[in-house]
């Protein structure tokens, strides 16, 4: 099967930026579409962002318009989601996806799934 491991989450200063990553193993996901979603403490699960296989084509959730940006490394079987000016409620614990469709990403309904990375915004 594919495993999901993120990395990257951490401790920042409202208005500050984290570089969150993750890396897959086992089956290949060149052909599959990847992206975020995110779960605050007593919140349904968001879908934050995806990406298509080549990369060309991209997709955020309003709250992140600007100030996120995903993208993928095929080579190293990665992608990748820059976060800048952060807020308090971007709280949450953040967990990869791939999918060979990028709608059941923003759906929140991925084939597969990380383990999450807490990423913590103080105010």
């Known amino acids: 099967q594919v495993q999901l491991v993120e990395s990257g989450g951490g401790l920042v200063q409202a208005g500050g930026s984290l570089r969150l990553s993750c890396t897959a193993s086992?089956?290949?996901?060149?052909?599959?579409?990847m992206g975020w979603i995110r779960q605050a403490p007593g919140k349904e699960r968001e879908f934050v962002a995806a990406?298509?296989?080549?990369?060309?084509?991209?997709y955020y959730a309003d709250f992140a318009k600007g100030r996120f940006t995903i993208s993928r490394d095929n080579t190293k079987n990665t992608v990748y989601l820059q976060m800048n000016t952060l807020k308090a409620e971007d709280t949450a614990v953040y967990f990869c996806?791939?999918?060979?469709?990028?709608?059941?990403?923003?759906?929140?309904?991925?084939?597969?799934w990380g383990q999450g990375t807490q990423v913590t915004v103080s105010s």
């Open positions: 990406i298509s296989w080549s990369g060309g084509s991209t």
């Open positions: 086992g089956r290949t996901l060149s052909s599959y579409a």
């Open positions: 996806a791939a999918d060979t469709r990028y709608r059941d990403i923003v759906l929140v309904r991925s084939d597969y």
